[in-house]
């Protein structure tokens, strides 16, 4: 049995070193424009402290400039390496397929790739402003919002990536219906156990405020809207009555194939 999946473990190992190397390689090149890459990142935050908010980014521990330079450079790493990323998951998934499924190699990886950098767009010019200014202006009144970078940086990534990675689901959809697992139905059937799970998802990116976790879930739930969409034109389910009707339709060509078989009576 392991020697029948020591190839896909092979090449399993070789599509995450390329895509580990590229995101390097991407790391390394972010590493070096870290500043204008924070003075971006920063810019929802700085608008917030403008308006309303009293309160600074501070550095509290000596290593948190390097650990934040790190971590946004690996943020802007990982979404510029996202094509490869897919590309290489598409090559590990294609030997399974059929002829025809693996023609939509191209689309799975563009739109793949777009839908991560939409959702990351999404939550930075929509999302997060207002999220991050109603955390910060809870009893600003009473205590100034000084933030440490680190705390900000790990909030800010939460966020981008979670809605990165919620806006695959309609390229998700698309796939899995395109291959037959699933249908609408399957979607539909399925809706109110997906709500739930959006919002433990919501609850654990945002902070512990329902309006946070709302503003996360409720693009999830469109989102999961929009797949069940995609996977009807796709993949439609069989409804019932097209069963029966076309089981009725087969009917009289079964009683007329019997009847002519059937030896003629001298």
């Given at each position: 049995?392991?020697?029948?999946?020591?190839?896909?473990?092979?090449?399993?190992?070789?599509?995450?070193?390329?895509?580990?190397?590229?995101?390097?390689?991407?790391?390394?090149?972010?590493?070096?424009?870290?500043?204008?890459?924070?003075?971006?990142?920063?810019?929802?935050?700085?608008?917030?402290?403008?308006?309303?908010?009293?309160?600074?980014?501070?550095?509290?521990?000596?290593?948190e400039g390097i650990f934040s330079a790190m971590s946004i450079s690996f943020l802007v790493a990982f979404t510029l390496s996202t094509p490869v990323v897919f590309w290489q998951l598409w090559l590990?998934?294609?030997?399974?397929?059929?002829?025809?499924?693996?023609?939509?190699?191209?689309?799975?990886?563009?739109?793949?790739?777009a839908m991560f950098v939409l959702g990351a767009l999404f939550a930075y010019y929509i999302i997060f402003p207002f999220m991050i200014k109603y955390v910060l202006m809870f009893g600003n009144d009473?205590?100034?919002?000084?933030?440490?970078?680190?705390?900000?940086?790990?909030?800010?990534?939460?966020?981008?990536?979670?809605?990165?990675?919620?806006?695959?689901?309609?390229?998700?959809?698309?796939?899995?219906?395109?291959?037959?697992?699933?249908?609408?139905?399957?979607?539909?059937?399925?809706?109110?156990?997906?709500?739930?799970?959006?919002?433990?998802?919501?609850?654990?990116?945002?902070?512990?405020?329902?309006?946070?976790?709302?503003?996360?879930?409720?693009?999830?739930?469109?989102?999961?809207?929009?797949?069940?969409?995609?996977?009807?034109?796709?993949?439609?389910?069989?409804?019932?009555?097209?069963?029966?009707?076309?089981?009725?339709?087969?009917?009289?060509?079964?009683?007329?194939?019997?009847?002519?078989?059937?030896?003629?009576?001298?």
């Amino acid at each position: 049995m392991f020697e029948d999946l020591k190839p896909h473990i092979q090449d399993l190992r070789k599509r995450l070193i390329i895509s580990v190397v590229c995101i390097v390689v991407a790391f390394i090149g972010c590493f070096a424009f870290w500043k204008p890459i924070f003075a971006f990142i920063k810019a929802p935050i700085e608008r917030a402290f403008s308006d309303q908010v009293q309160g600074v980014l501070v550095q509290l521990v000596p290593l948190e400039g390097i650990f934040s330079a790190m971590s946004i450079s690996f943020l802007v790493a990982f979404t510029l390496s996202t094509p490869v990323v897919f590309w290489q998951l598409w090559l590990f998934i294609a030997p399974g397929l059929y002829k025809n499924e693996k023609k939509i190699i191209v689309p799975f990886v563009l739109f793949g790739s777009a839908m991560f950098v939409l959702g990351a767009l999404f939550a930075y010019y929509i999302i997060f402003p207002f999220m991050i200014k109603y955390v910060l202006m809870f009893g600003n009144d009473m205590f100034e919002a000084n933030i440490s970078v680190e705390a900000y940086i790990s909030f800010f990534i939460r966020v981008i990536l979670g809605f990165g990675i919620a806006f695959e689901l309609p390229v998700l959809a698309f796939f899995l219906a395109k291959v037959g697992l699933i249908t609408d139905e399957t979607l539909r059937s399925f809706f109110k156990y997906a709500v739930v799970i959006i919002f433990i998802i919501a609850a654990i990116i945002t902070p512990p405020d329902p309006f946070s976790q709302l503003l996360m879930a409720i693009p999830l739930v469109i989102l999961y809207g929009f797949a069940i969409l995609i996977a009807r034109f796709v993949n439609p389910a069989i409804k019932p009555q097209r069963v029966q009707d076309t089981q009725e339709s087969l009917k009289p060509e079964s009683k007329k194939s019997s009847t002519s078989k059937s030896p003629k009576r001298p």
